[in-house]
DNA sequence: TGAAAGCATGAACAAGTGCTCATATATTCA
DNA sequence: TGAATATATGAGCACTTGTTCATGCTTTCA
């Protein structure tokens, strides 16, 4: 990140390019950098085992943190710790009622992606 | 894995059960184990942004990996990592045609699986 | 009011990850 | 056959991540 003597063609990355045609239509229909990076972002989220169970519970019903503990037999630093995180990511909402904090999916959509990534693994089974 | 003496009341994490019933429902309910694992592995390789750009890239069109390095703007080595990367998943498939090799999705499941994705960060956006 | 219950959080550390660099392999073509 | 092209891959390194441990906050209840 310092030397940039002797390199008046600075190109990062200059790879030849093969099918310039190709290249010109995808470049036109891909999707817009932001919503691509938020995608990954949301899929990283959903990416960890953990999260994936605790996912999975609150799709079935409401929890609350030492009951989801129980469930998935992790401590409830973990689990709080992972919570934060799906909170963070509007993925989780959570309601407190007295000293007990509940949690459950903030979207319809959460379920509908897991049930599409489910049926898929599922073929890859058999096929 | 291997002592386990002086374990006779061996729970891992004795966190105290709130609502024993939600608990009994919910362990009733939950998928299996391994297909949670895979999800989750399927959703961590989804999970990053260079991940995500190719598929959607593919998604697009077959395309070869200078075309793609072209496109992303990174060095063919980092894309050529990653795509072996996708081909172990299972997410994309190659087939070489003289020394160029073409990448496309392996599945029509991924990019609907990147479609409701999309729906969920657009809808996001507007709250 | 003080103790206990339920949850949140900061620090720290081991394990995992993505890129770069150098180099290997495979194919084409003169 | 030898050079050039397209891709693959191993090692190394900076960076990220998930858990644990200790502790703090909030609410309830005796």
Redesign the interface.
């Known amino acids: 990140m310092a030397d940039n003597r002797e390199k008046d063609t600075l190109e990062?990355?200059d790879?030849?390019?093969?099918?310039e045609d190709?290249?010109a239509?995808?470049?036109a229909?891909?999707?817009d950098e932001d919503?691509?990076?938020?995608?990954?972002?949301?899929?990283?989220?959903?990416?960890?085992?953990t999260?994936?169970?605790i996912i999975?519970?609150l799709n079935?019903?409401e929890?609350?943190v030492?009951?989801l503990?129980?469930?998935l037999?992790?401590?409830?630093s973990a689990i709080s710790h992972q919570l934060r995180l799906l909170k963070v990511s509007?993925i989780v909402k959570s309601r407190k009622q007295g000293r007990?904090v509940y949690y459950s999916l903030d979207?319809s959509?959460?379920g509908?992606?897991?049930a599409?990534?489910?049926?898929?693994?599922?073929?890859?089974q058999e096929g």
């Open positions: 990062l990355c790879v030849p390019v093969i099918h190709v290249l239509r995808v470049k229909k891909m999707p919503p691509v990076y938020e995608v990954a972002e949301l899929f990283k989220v959903f990416g960890d085992s999260r994936a169970r999975c519970a079935i019903e929890m609350c030492c009951d503990s129980a469930l037999n992790m401590t409830q509007r007990v979207d959509h959460i509908q992606i897991f599409m990534a489910f049926d898929h693994v599922m073929e890859e």
